[in-house]
């Protein structure tokens, strides 16, 4: 089997917390690596190749573990229709990481070259739309009109709050509320897809609807503060781009907003304009990295993880419920 295609969860021995998720569900995620594969006919075979190295290339699969885990609590995990829901999450976070890489001028992901660095914008973004569209494909197979709906305003979420990154005043992005609303509308969003359309699709209950969605929520917020915590705090050939890479492109994060609270603003402050020069970029990720601001945003992602596992309490207990507590402690804990 080619590295790039091996079963993310032989990738991810090294977490116990990912263990009993990923033994729970390791024949419906062969399935769902299968379908992802499944693409419809592009011409050139050079194409095909490059787009099927994007979607085989894995990452964590966290979002179709999840839906898959959910579908396992409400007992509908054999339901082919679950593994295309999956696929479908799945093959979106794919598409948004195309065109962000194109936004964000990023040559490398994952420790590979992007498409955007081997291909024209027109090309990349053509790519970008291709899988969106098969994403699309799979949430319709579904064939259940509430789920489809769902699927088709996450991924108007996603793109009104990339484009209203795009037009967002300076001041304004520097504030917490603004932050949470970019970090839901970029990865919430998606993790919100995988639980509540899974229960849509598994006839959860009203109240285990409501549960389902705050827990998709925490959990991606979660994903993403911890997510910008490793941008300063990992090790570069990790995160498979420069430490403090998001401070460098203007993007504000927790920590920074952090450090400006407890520390003041003034000697960040080229930084939160996004006029510094690589040196004095370098000296303030620095001191973001060695200051309170990093536990600071620990504290505060662990309080909204304590809120996604509060919430599962609606259900009864599981090896199902187990794995989704699990996968909490690992979002939260995780160091790449």
Same mark, same amino acid.
């Given at each position: 089997?080619?590295?790039?295609?091996?079963?993310?969860?032989?990738?991810?021995?090294?977490?116990?917390? $990912?263990?009993?998720?990923?033994?729970?569900?390791?024949?419906?995620?062969?399935?769902?690596?299968?379908?992802?594969?499944?693409?419809?006919?592009?011409?050139?075979?050079?194409?095909?190749?490059?787009?099927?190295?994007?979607?085989?290339?894995?990452?964590?699969?966290?979002?179709?573990?999840?839906?898959?885990?959910?579908?396992?609590?409400?007992?509908?995990?054999?339901?082919?229709?679950? =593994?295309?829901?999956?696929?479908?999450?799945?093959?979106?976070?794919?598409?948004?990481?195309?065109?962000?890489?194109? %936004?964000?001028?990023?040559?490398?992901?994952?420790?590979?070259?992007?498409?955007?660095?081997?291909?024209?914008?027109?090309?990349?973004?053509?790519?970008?739309?291709? $899988?969106?569209?098969?994403?699309?494909?799979?949430?319709?197979?579904?064939?259940?009109?509430?789920?489809?709906?769902?699927?088709?305003?996450? $991924?108007?979420?996603?793109?009104?709050?990339?484009?209203?990154?795009?037009?967002? #005043?300076?001041?304004?992005?520097?504030?917490?509320?603004?932050?949470?609303?970019? =970090?839901?509308?970029?990865?919430?969003?998606?993790?919100?897809?995988?639980?509540?359309?899974?229960?849509?699709?598994?006839?959860?209950?009203?109240?285990?609807?409501?549960?389902?969605?705050?827990?998709?929520?925490? $959990?991606? %917020?979660?994903?993403?503060?911890?997510?910008?915590?490793? #941008?300063?705090?990992?090790?570069?050939?990790?995160?498979?781009?420069?430490?403090?890479? #998001?401070?460098?492109?203007?993007?504000?994060?927790?920590?920074? =907003?952090?450090?400006?609270?407890?520390?003041?603003?003034?000697?960040?402050?080229?930084?939160?304009?996004?006029?510094?020069?690589?040196?004095?970029?370098?000296?303030?990720?620095?001191? =973001?990295?060695?200051? #309170?601001?990093?536990?600071?945003?620990?504290?505060?992602?662990?309080?909204?993880?304590?809120?996604?596992?509060?919430?599962?309490?609606?259900?009864?207990?599981?090896?199902?419920?187990?794995?989704?507590?699990?996968?909490?402690?690992?979002?939260?804990?995780?160091?790449?």
């Amino acid at each position: 089997m080619n590295t790039q295609e091996a079963h993310p969860a032989a990738q991810q021995q090294a977490s116990p917390k $990912l263990k009993h998720a990923h033994h729970l569900v390791a024949e419906q995620m062969r399935e769902v690596e299968a379908t992802l594969r499944e693409l419809p006919e592009l011409h050139p075979p050079e194409l095909r190749a490059a787009v099927l190295n994007v979607v085989s290339a894995g990452g964590k699969r966290i979002r179709p573990t999840l839906t898959l885990l959910i579908a396992g609590m409400l007992n509908c995990l054999h339901d082919r229709r679950v =593994i295309d829901l999956a696929s479908a999450v799945e093959m979106l976070h794919t598409a948004t990481l195309v065109h962000d890489d194109l %936004i964000d001028g990023s040559l490398m992901r994952r420790g590979t070259q992007t498409l955007n660095a081997i291909w024209t914008p027109a090309a990349t973004v053509l790519t970008g739309d291709y $899988l969106f569209a098969y994403a699309a494909n799979l949430a319709a197979r579904t064939d259940i009109p509430r789920v489809i709906s769902i699927f088709a305003d996450t $991924l108007s979420v996603i793109v009104a709050g990339e484009l209203q990154q795009q037009f967002t #005043d300076l001041a304004l992005r520097t504030t917490r509320d603004d932050y949470y609303r970019r =970090i839901y509308n970029k990865t919430a969003s998606m993790f919100v897809l995988a639980t509540t359309a899974c229960g849509v699709m598994c006839a959860a209950n009203e109240n285990q609807m409501a549960a389902l969605h705050d827990y998709g929520r925490d $959990l991606g %917020i979660v994903f993403q503060v911890m997510d910008d915590v490793l #941008d300063f705090t990992g090790a570069q050939n990790n995160l498979g781009k420069p430490v403090g890479s #998001d401070l460098r492109r203007g993007l504000i994060t927790l920590p920074v =907003i952090c450090y400006a609270e407890t520390h003041g603003a003034d000697d960040i402050a080229c930084a939160l304009r996004g006029e510094c020069d690589p040196q004095e970029y370098d000296q303030i990720v620095e001191r =973001i990295r060695n200051s #309170d601001a990093i536990a600071l945003a620990i504290r505060e992602a662990e309080g909204i993880a304590n809120n996604a596992r509060a919430v599962l309490n609606v259900f009864p207990p599981s090896p199902w419920r187990d794995a989704l507590h699990e996968l909490v402690d690992y979002t939260l804990k995780r160091s790449h």
